[in-house]
């Protein structure tokens, strides 16, 4: 099967390596010309690496290369079966792209987002055929992390749910079936992550570097929050925050924070800039954690039991099965368990306990228990047996 990429960015040009990595004819349009150069050469740049290391011969790097088309024109798109698009995330930008891209390939041709936020609805809305439109969501790099989100539209045909996902696997990655709604699972689940972690700060219990040691020592997360938000980019994570929330209808779980919209004002980006909540100068001396057990626990738990609420809220609302929730965290964005496993091991009356009284302290919707908690807990069901 030929597949389309649209977009050159550092998405599409990771999920064009992935498919051409599977054997595929790909074409990789931008209709900036320097992203279409920029990004052939950084994937040369990444043949000659995986070569030097070993882990590519170079006649599969040269062979690789030959089924990939670097081009500027969406006619290219002809004759492929799959087009994935993976550029801005605007939703009139995308509405136009897609129209164009239905004029172009032929009927049966799958047409996909890889929209992080954006109503999948809303994408096929303006097409004729809208049967055919999914989200097929990679997560950054798309070369290795495993995990692909698959969201079928309300207009999307069962069978096309199917084809993708079948092809996705057969790509070597690991597929959950997500309902369209914000932030599909992963992008959902883990708001607390940031914004408890934030709201912590914000209410001086620890600092930065602190909460960070608390989530990685104690809790065997692989980057602590403001780690992951400055290796995301401040504007990136702060922008889905704010996207999530006003598709919730500004649910006060997913409100976003003035800390982070401070710091991308600033222009303090993370990584990408040379300064975020850490400031990554080549002589940069950064604040120490304060190595406190009683203090980091507390952090840990208060960020833990937000997270299994929210897991526990989109099992309740069926966004997807106990079992794609917990994959997608674990291999999506790398948590060191499934989150209703954590559940069960922590005790879901513990969970529930530590959430009610947050609610009583606070006040705040932000931090009602899962209906699906308080039922379980009642019961003494596990989400394991």
Partial sequence: MKVGILGAGTMGAGIAQVAAQSGHKVVLV?????????????????????????????????????????STDLNDFEGAGLVIEAIVENIEIKH??????????????????????LSI?????????????????F????????????????QTNESVVKTARTLIDSWDKVTVL?????????????????????????EGIADFATIDWAMTQLGGFRMGPFTLMDYIGN?????VTETV?????????????????????????????????YDYAENAVNPKAQENEVVGKLILNRILVMLINEAADALFLNVATRDDIDLAMTKGVNYPKGLLKWADEI??????????????EYGEDRYRPSPLLRRMAKSQTKFYD
């Avoid at 006060?252 to 300064?275: D, I, M």
């Fill in 30 to 70: 931008d209709v900036n010309a320097s992203a279409i150069e920029t990004a052939k050469i950084k994937l040369h740049r990444i043949a000659e690496r995986l070569i030097e290391k070993g882990k590519w011969t170079q006649d599969f790097g040269d062979a690789l290369f030959g089924r990939i088309t670097f």
């Fill in 96 to 117: 136009a792209v897609f129209s164009k891209l239905e004029a172009i390939v032929d009927q049966d041709c799958i047409l996909a987002s890889n929209t992080s936020s």
């Fill in 121 to 137: 609805a809303a994408i096929g809305s303006v097409l004729k055929s809208p049967h055919r439109v999914l989200g097929i969501h």
């Fill in 139 to 154: 997560f950054n790099p798309a070369p290795l992390m495993p995990l692909v989100e698959i969201i079928p539209a309300v």
């Fill in 178 to 202: 997500a309902k369209d709604t914000p932030g599909f699972i992963v992008n959902r689940v883990a708001r607390p992550f940031y914004g408890e972690a934030l709201r912590i700060y914000e």
């Fill in 235 to 239: 504007d990136i994570n702060y922008t």
């Fill in 245 to 277: 929330f006003e598709a919730f209808y500004y649910d006060p779980r997913y409100k976003p924070s003035f800390t982070q919209k401070r710091h991308a004002e600033a222009g303090y980006l993370g990584r990408k800039s040379g300064r975020g909540y």
């Fill in 347 to 360: 005790g879901i009356s513990n969970v529930l306990d530590q959430l009610q009284a947050l609610f009583e």
